[in-house]
Nanobody
């Protein structure tokens, strides 16, 4: 059974940092493109970042470029999102998801292309 479990969310002041983790099990993590999505209060699902299987390529939504960093540890089956200089508009529930097929070498920001999702971890940026 595929499981994705996010952690690391919490309350942080503007300008602060958080590191989210996504522990994966039930599939061969190193073969799958992974992404982070988020859902802000009252808004739809937004793609935040994606990372290739070997970490050679990372992509970000424009609003977080230069402040968020995706990484992965394939030996530990874990995906990370380092979030720095957080702004109130980062307040959301953050989800990790694995691409629907293995060995995918492009990138996708379409939620329909992702097979499994975690339960989410809540991030609140507020003073």
């Amino acid at each position: 059974e595929v499981q994705l479990v996010e952690s690391g969310g919490g309350l942080v002041q503007p300008g602060g940092s958080l590191r989210l983790s996504c522990a994966a099990s039930g599939f061969t993590f190193r073969y799958y493109y992974m992404s982070w999505f988020r859902r802000a209060p009252g808004k739809g699902l937004e793609w935040v970042s994606g990372i290739s299987t070997g970490s050679s390529t990372t992509r970000y939504v424009d609003s977080v470029k230069g402040r968020f960093t995706s990484s992965r540890d394939n030996a530990e089956n874990t995906l990370y999102l380092q979030m720095d200089n957080l702004k109130p508009d980062a307040t959301a529930v953050y989800y990790c998801a694995n691409y629907k097929t293995r060995y995918y070498t492009d990138s996708s920001d379409d939620p329909k292309d992702y097979a499994s999702w975690g339960q989410g971890t809540e991030v609140t940026v507020s003073s």
